[in-house]
């Protein structure tokens, strides 16, 4: 560990040298609650050797900043955990004068659409206080989770093709989706060259019965409660203005499609 450095009680520092070819350090940031899962599962990897498993998290940071063109540092977030080349929560940037530069749609894996997404209440911790079982017993119940869920929505092939083509106004036209929901979208929400002709059968397959599912692995629904506001501009933007309110976090993908979609986007 004597590569890595206490840099306030937040945050810490991965020198260059802790792996061969680090052209700047990593940060991560990391409360107190995590900081011994991060750095417990960095001292199994070692024990261990080279020998299987996922590369530490804190192993994978310091190997992005080993990437040509890096500027500054390799930076993880708190959420962050092994990936399968970046630590999933990893970011960096890259100089895009310098002509040895990477570029790389997959850094973070290869699932096209995983994403989060912040829904915004009227509701405050007092009033979900009471209900709080109940309400999350009833997500439970109706949200499609995990290996092998269905999905709540009806999709044939068709609305399959249907979707892969117009995007959010597939959502819009079916009643998923409101006309607003596309100002904070890419591109609105549609590519306009989209064809899914170029899209595997193999992928449609799969993410057939997947429509309207929340997903496996690391994804989830959270109902939250606004603890402290650090950027009251950007708080008031996203319709966040008082402490206690309630918000809805969503953390979802496209499952076996989008994970297919990003292998040919990669290598086909």
């Known amino acids: 560990m004597s590569y890595i450095r206490q840099l306030s009680p937040v945050s810490y520092e991965v020198k260059q040298g802790f792996v061969p070819g680090m052209h700047v350090p990593g940060i991560v940031y990391v409360n107190d609650a995590l900081k011994g899962l991060i750095f417990e599962e960095l001292q199994q990897a070692v024990q261990r050797g080279d020998h299987g498993g996922f590369l530490p998290a804190v192993k994978q940071l310091a190997n992005v900043a080993a990437l040509p063109g890096i500027v500054q540092r390799s930076i993880a977030l708190p959420d962050v955990h092994s990936g399968y080349g970046f630590a999933i929560g990893n970011v960096a940037a890259f100089d895009m004068d310098n002509p040895e530069a990477v570029v790389s749609p997959g850094g973070v894996g290869f699932d096209i659409n995983c994403g989060v997404r912040l829904i915004r209440t009227n509701l405050t911790e007092a009033d979900v206080g009471p209900v709080r079982e109940q309400l999350a017993q009833a997500l439970f119940d109706h949200i499609p989770v995990g290996v092998g869920s269905q999905g709540i929505i009806p999709t044939t092939a068709k609305d399959m093709e249907a979707a892969l083509e117009l995007g959010m106004d597939w959502s819009m036209r079916e009643g ?29 397959k799969r993410g057939l019965p997947q429509m309207g599912t929340l997903g496996a692995g690391n994804h989830y629904a959270e109902v939250q409660v606004v603890d402290e506001v650090f950027d009251p501009v950007a708080a008031r933007r996203m319709g966040i203005d008082t402490k206690g309110q309630v918000v809805v976090m969503i953390h979802s993908g496209s499952r076996g499609l989008g994970h297919q979609v990003g292998w040919m986007r990669l290598w086909g």
């Not at 890419?186 to 064809?195: C, I, P, S, T, V």
């Open 176 to 204: 998923y989706a409101w006309a607003e929901d596309k100002e904070h979208c890419e591109e609105y929400g549609r590519m306009l060259n989209a064809d899914p002709r170029h899209v595997s059968s193999r992928a449609k």
